[in-house]
């Protein structure tokens, strides 16, 4: 049983340039989180994704977005890449709902690596 | 204020001792509380979750929650190097859709 994997794990980019980010989630799994971990902090909610659409934001401006297929799988793009987005990616799957419940929990990819130069 | 509070540490426990890890959270409406480990380098990996009031124990671990002082603690007994890692307090509150809210991490250092 694959858990969450995403792609890819380590990448280096200019400022100004965009990325994507891609995560597949585990097995049975429809709903997508993305995170923003920089070092040293907790992972931050960037946005959650389930049928298709965007469910709910965390504090992050525009140039992040997303995205997610009818195979569950998602994507995360960020634009005009700065300094200050240099962090681990997190990419989160679960099923909807209560969390915590019914053993329905969230499992974490290994993460992509971005660093901003 | 913070929504998920942790202290930084880093927290040094002798090898064998039990290590105390603390958490407070300001949503009364939370409703799901989870613990994770998180190695240098490496991905949160779940620990264990509690959303009643009271002791859930696993293994070595135990997972304390007081909603009414919006409180949860994790302990870890018999402390072994390898637990040796960032702990991350996350917090599930369900509105309009499903989010885990994070604490900044405490580090846990156990010395031999």
């Known amino acids: 049983d694959a858990g969450v994997t995403q792609s890819p794990t380590h990448l280096i980019k200019t400022r100004g340039q965009q990325v994507t980010l891609r995560c597949s989630p585990k097995s049975g799994h429809d709903t997508v989180s993305w995170y923003q971990q920089a070092l040293g902090q907790g992972p931050q909610f960037i946005f959650q994704?389930?049928?298709?659409?965007?469910?709910q934001r965390g504090n992050f401006p525009d140039r992040f977005s997303g995205h997610q297929f009818p195979n569950y799988s998602s994507e995360l793009n960020v634009n005009a890449l700065l300094l200050g987005d240099s962090a681990l990616y997190l990419c989160?799957?679960?099923?909807?709902?209560?969390?915590?419940?019914?053993?329905?929990?969230?499992?974490f990819g290994e993460g992509s690596w971005l660093t901003v130069v | 204020q913070k929504e998920v509070e942790q202290n930084s540490g880093p927290l040094s426990v002798p090898e064998g001792a039990i290590a105390s890890l603390n958490c407070t959270y300001s949503d009364r409406g939370s409703q799901s509380f989870f613990w994770y480990r998180q190695y240098s380098g490496k991905s949160p990996e779940l620990i264990m979750f509690i959303y009643s009031n009271g002791d859930k124990e696993d293994g070595r671990f135990t997972a304390q929650l007081n909603k009414a002082s919006q409180y949860v603690s994790l302990l870890i007994r018999d402390s072994q190097p390898s637990d040796s890692a960032t702990y991350l307090c996350?917090?599930?509150?369900?509105?309009?859709?499903?989010?885990?809210?994070f604490g900044s991490g405490t580090r846990l250092s156990i010395r031999p």
């Open positions: 989160a799957s679960s099923l909807p709902g209560l969390a915590g419940v019914s053993g329905n929990t969230i499992y």
């Open positions: 996350a917090v599930f509150i369900y509105s309009s859709a499903s989010k885990i809210i």
């Open positions: 994704y389930y049928e298709e659409e965007e469910r």
